[in-house]
């Protein structure tokens, strides 16, 4: 892994005010993503994915959200140094986003056919005849049985599974070269998500496409990516190759997040959940923000924030003993 | 789209004839014999008579009502009592003017108050979102005939830009329309506020954003098509709103309207003038209410398709 990463990320801080209280939704988050790879993102609500995804895009909304720190290169660009009218070049054509809600996701009193020319015809440069051609070849491309009669739907009239893909062919077809996807499944059925899956995995290989990949679920993480990040209270705890993550986890959080995973062997065991509670992000401690839950925890764990150390090949976690626990 | 317009045109016909049913009854109700109107104070009682039965109000209510409905079949909208000309040319004149004053005020209200809206909205909390949002307040609040009354000695007496009234052209109707129009304007303008404040958080603006479109585009294509669905309805009943509160600013103006036709007819308890008026008022108020609906199927698919 030697080449230039596609994107990255350092030091990223991102901050909403709030009744007057400034939330660290993002505090320090920091990585790259390889060219044509896919890396998750995974941890609770709250845990600041979604806020680093939109960062990078440029679209905190303003108040009451703003990016404070931190630098965001895209393809050896500062994104943060751009103006508004060169990220709206970025935005589409360079980075693509698809959203978790697909049916709130798109315009509803528009036809998807339009929404998806429009976008096409911004960025490709395309007379409105190929757009709508290279809509309906990208519809094909995802699946969809009769592009032509979707084309003229409007949302409404579509299944959230056949809209995620309509969104994911509406994005592919700007020919982006990072795609985020932000829970693109969560809100979908269980059998729909695993087709959507299957689909981003076969445009990922298909299009040479590198893919940021936000869930909360590890079993998603497993089937789809190749490095994960575990973010924690709007930092990052641990970051390493998927199979690293589930057979040696270095982070007593990513530890207990892979313990709460249901068993489908064992089901004799109840739910098992993580006791305590995310500390208030307005109003952080200085150590450990995981000190409060933790079982291995240190007294100088309370003192500072810990490195992110290195535990083995490509992998690093910010704990102060990873080396004292066992897999 | 077709068979929907046709069932709502069918679904008249009962309000019609409830409208007119209405209309005769609530004048028989009013106090007041026509007849002693027209043959004075001081006429003996077989002057009196002579005229109720020339007018046919002699007979019973059933009969009269009848036979008032056959002539309407027949486009015959009766003779005014007071002046003996027929009904319907003078009602055409007065609708006219009044659908003129009505559509400019409209226009007005509905162009201002949709850009004044929409600004406020994208630019929430800001100078203008404050100052434009009380000035709605007090449009809102002002009483026609008072605004009209301020308007005509500022812009026409004070400083003699605009004619003072009498006229049915486009340029006197100008201050007219203002008046009437600047209720409508307020309401419009809060309505989009509220509406366009809805619309720009969900998640299909975010969307576009991310697709690198830019904010014009955003807020003019994709934001106000979605915020027009609330507003269209209210448009629609605004217009029944301004024709019929025409009154006090024709009056105010002095515009030969429908307004100052009713009024002159219930004056003078003419009532042919005043039936007529108010089943042509009625009409136009549900054609108003059919376009509105209309309309709405027009901004939302989702409707026209169920």
Not at chain 1, 115 to 133: F, N, P, Y
Not at chain 1, 170 to 181: F, G, K, S, T, Y
Not at chain 2, 122 to 128: E, K, L, Y
Request: charged share 20%.
């Amino acid at each position: 892994m030697s080449s230039q990463p596609l994107l990255s990320v350092r030091d990223l801080q991102t901050q909403f005010v709030s009744d007057g209280r400034v939330i660290k939704a993002v505090d320090g988050v920091s990585f790259d993503v390889r060219p044509g790879e896919i890396l998750g993102i995974v941890g609770e609500s709250g845990s600041g994915k979604s806020v680093t995804a939109l960062s990078v895009m440029g679209l905190i909304p303003w108040p009451p959200g703003r990016v404070v720190g931190g630098s965001i290169m895209f393809e050896g660009e500062d994104l943060r140094a751009k103006t508004q009218a060169q990220m709206r070049r970025v935005r589409g054509a360079g980075i693509a986003m698809v959203f978790q809600e697909p049916r709130t996701a798109m315009n509803p009193v528009f036809r998807i056919g339009e929404q998806m020319t429009e976008v096409i015809m911004l960025h490709r440069k395309m007379s409105r005849a190929e757009a709508s051609g290279e809509a309906r070849s990208m519809l094909d491309r995802v699946h969809i049985a009769e592009p032509g009669r979707v084309m003229s739907a409007y949302p409404f009239e579509l299944s959230g599974g056949m809209l995620q893909r309509v969104m994911i062919a509406m994005e592919l077809a700007l020919r982006p070269r990072l795609l985020i996807a932000d829970e693109p499944t969560t809100a979908l059925d269980v059998t729909i998500q695993a087709q959507i899956l299957r689909l981003i995995r076969e445009l990922h290989d298909e299009f040479d496409l590198t893919v940021l990949f936000i869930t909360h679920d590890l079993g998603v993480i497993a089937q789809l990516c190749d490095r994960v990040m575990v973010m924690y209270a709007g930092a990052v705890v641990e970051l390493s190759p998927v199979d690293a993550l589930f057979h040696s986890p270095a982070h007593p959080y990513t530890r207990k997040l892979l313990a709460a995973v249901p068993s489908v062997v064992d089901t004799r065991n109840t739910l098992r959940s993580i006791a305590g509670d995310v500390p208030d992000l307005a109003d952080l401690p200085p150590g450990c923000r995981f000190y409060d839950r933790c079982d291995l925890r240190q007294p100088e764990c309370r003192l500072a924030i810990p490195d992110l150390r290195k535990v083995g090949e490509d992998h690093t976690a910010r704990c102060v003993l990873p080396n004292a626990i066992s897999p | 789209m077709l068979p929907y317009i046709l069932r709502r045109l069918i679904h008249l016909i009962p309000v019609m004839i409830g409208v007119t049913l209405c209309s005769f009854l609530l004048l028989k109700l009013a106090p007041g014999d026509p007849a002693e109107v027209l043959a004075g104070i001081e006429a003996n009682p077989e002057v009196i008579e002579a005229i109720r039965r020339k007018h046919g109000l002699d007979q019973p209510l059933p009969v009269q009502y009848f036979y008032y409905l056959g002539n309407l079949m027949l486009g015959d909208f009766g003779k005014s009592i007071s002046t003996g000309l027929d009904v319907g040319p003078m009602m055409w004149r007065a609708l006219i003017v009044t659908l003129k004053l009505s559509a400019l005020g409209l226009v007005l209200a509905l162009v201002v108050g949709i850009v004044i809206g929409a600004v406020a909205a994208v630019r929430q909390n800001s100078f203008f979102d404050s100052t434009s949002m009380l000035f709605a307040l007090f449009g809102a609040a002002m009483p026609n005939f008072w605004l009209g009354l301020l308007l005509m000695w500022t812009l026409s007496v004070t400083f003699p830009i605009f004619p003072a009234g009498g006229g049915t052209d486009l340029y006197s109707l100008i201050l007219p329309a203002i008046t009437l129009g600047t209720g409508a304007m307020a309401l419009i303008a809060r309505m989009t506020r509220a509406s366009m404040l809805e619309v720009i958080r969900q998640d299909y603006i975010r969307t576009a954003y991310a697709n690198g479109l830019s904010p014009p585009i955003v807020i003019i294509r994709h934001a106000l098509k979605n915020a027009m669905i609330p507003i269209s309805t209210v448009i629609g009943l605004q217009f029944g709103y301004l024709l019929g509160g025409s009154v006090a600013t024709e009056i105010v103006f002095a515009v030969p309207g429908v307004g100052q036709l009713l009024v002159d007819g219930i004056l003078a308890r003419d009532y042919p003038v005043v039936q007529s008026t108010m089943l042509m008022v009625a009409i136009i108020f549900v054609l108003v209410n059919l376009i509105t609906d209309i309309s709405y199927a027009y901004f939302d698919p989702r409707i026209r398709l169920k």
